[in-house]
Structures are given as C-alpha cells and as structure tokens.
C-alpha cells in the first residue's frame, strides 16, 4: 500500500509530487496544536485490548496523560511519534513490563477477555505468555535454535511429551518464516544467526507459547533493508493468527505494516484511525506537522 504526503515522498519511500490539496483537510478544518485532546476512533468494533484513563509516571515524569484506546483482533496498530513520545513506554503497559522499571507508576483500566490486567490477582507471568514481546534489539537465549523456541512451551506446560515440543518448535519457526533456513542446524546456538534471522528466532519464540497479542517495540531498527522486508512480510502473514501492536519510527513501514495508526505527541494520544485516513487526511495538526517532517 503507498500513500501520499506532501512533503514530496510517498511512504512506499519513493520520491513523489505534492499531493492534491483537495486528498488533505483544509487547514482551518484541522485541530489546533494546544488542543490535545484525542482526535478519530479511538474505538475498535472486535477489540482484543481496550484501555482507559491510562497514565504513566516515571517518578514526577508525567509520561502518559489520560490515554484511551481499543487494540483489535487479527490487525496490526502502528504506534507512531517523536522520540520521547511516550509510544513506547504505552507498548510496555501492555504487558507490565513497566513493572520491571523502579519509579515507574500506571493507573487507569487496560483489559484484555475481560480483565484488568493491572488487577489483583493477575499472573503477570501468565500475562506475559498471552501478550508477547519482541524487542529493538534481537535478544536470543544463549542456547541452541530449538532451545530458543521451546523453552517458553517447557516453563508454561504447554507440552506433555517430546514429540508436543518438537511439533510446537517447528510450527513457531514455520510462521516465523525460518525453517527453512535453520531446520538442518536446530542444534547449533542462537546466536550464530544474522540479525534479522535473530529477530526471526525472538518472534518464534514469542509466539511458541501460543499467545493472543504480540508487542513490537521497533523490530527493525538494527536490521538491514532485506531483513527488514522479511519482518514486514512476516507480520503480514502473523496478523491471521495474533493481535499486533508495533512501535516504530518508520512511517513508510507503518504505512506497509498497519491497518490503524495512533499518533502520540509529549505523552498525549492526538490521533488515531485508519492507516489511510492517518496518512493522507489527517484530522490533528500536529499530526500533519509529524507526517509531512515539520518536526520529530
């Protein structure tokens, strides 16, 4: 999917003419900067996450204000902004990583089949294998490419015998697209791998453990321009079977990616709604403003 924006580059990343005027809002239609109050759909009609009056402290750091917003079943949300944006910091909220940080404070109502995940009594261990996390920088155990992938199986129970690990391993490393590519050297280590087969592997192993949501925090990063292809297509094709939310600085991969964008600006929500509609009709200034390179 390619579209348009009139800083002259189309977010298929090729060199383009400025769009016609009349494919955008009018500038005196567009929510002005100061109001920061979320624009579009926040709603989704089959949400797998909905949250409410999220807010993040890091200590007196006010890192998310009042965000609400529904994550939906089988689509991919791009989560999009300036550095510091707080678009990453909300991804971790999904499944308590924040948890992790000393100082940092959530409030507010994030659900997922009808619980508070920030409720008493979660498992956030259990939370963790339903709400899987691939990170900016791929992260394989120092163990063998099997190991990688069935040890969340193994820690969660998920299988009963040797014969249920090795199907659970091979199917993870087939809709990773990897088999392929590692199924004569299962034995060899991890880290052996290139980086974007290393990210490969990190996403085998999150979906090993069969969860319902998969969380992105910048996938491709630190990967070249053919594995990033690679990453793109596989979540394409993972989006049949799994939630995802991704966080990523690219809008010509959040554009080939997503089917809704959310924009964040200094902690606040500004925009949220179809990938198309975010891109090429933005409602909010300040989004237009992140689109077409004024800042960020």
């Not at 494919?23 to 579009?40: E, I, L, P």
């Not at 994550?71 to 678009?87: D, F, R, T």
């Amino acid at each position: 999917m390619t579209f348009q924006i009139d800083s002259g580059i189309d977010l298929a990343g090729q060199e383009v003419g400025a769009v016609n005027s009349a494919d955008t809002v009018a500038k005196s239609d567009k929510v002005n900067r100061d109001d920061r109050k979320t624009v579009g759909e926040i709603n989704h009609p089959d949400p797998r996450m909905t949250c409410r009056d999220v807010n993040v402290w890091y200590g007196d750091k006010h890192a998310i204000i009042d965000v609400n917003l529904d994550i939906g079943k089988n689509e991919v949300i791009a989560m999009i902004g300036p550095s510091g944006c707080g678009k990453s910091t909300f991804l971790r909220c999904l499944n308590r990583m924040n948890d992790t940080i000393d100082g940092c404070r959530v409030t507010g109502e994030m659900m997922m089949d009808g619980n508070n995940i920030y409720g008493k009594g979660m498992d956030v261990v259990l939370l963790r294998a339903q709400v899987g996390m691939v990170f900016q920088k791929p992260n394989p155990f120092p163990k063998s490419i099997f190991e990688n992938v069935a040890y969340g199986p193994r820690i969660h129970g998920l299988a009963a015998n040797k014969t249920d690990i090795e199907e659970i391993v091979v199917t993870s490393l087939q809709r990773a697209g990897l088999w392929d590519e590692v199924k004569d050297y299962l034995e060899e280590p991890g880290t052996g791998l290139s980086g974007g087969q290393q990210q490969r592997l990190c996403i085998a192993r999150a979906i090993a453990v069969n969860p319902e949501v998969v969380l992105m925090d910048e996938p491709c990063s630190a990967l070249d321009p053919i594995a990033t292809a690679k990453i793109e297509e596989l979540i394409d094709e993972l989006r049949e079977h799994y939630t995802i939310a991704i966080v990523t600085h690219s809008m010509q991969q959040a554009a080939r990616v997503s089917q809704r964008t959310a924009y964040f600006h200094l902690g606040d929500l500004i925009e949220v709604g179809s990938t198309d509609q975010v891109f090429t009709n933005p409602k909010h200034q300040l989004t237009e403003d992140y689109i077409t390179g004024r800042f960020g």
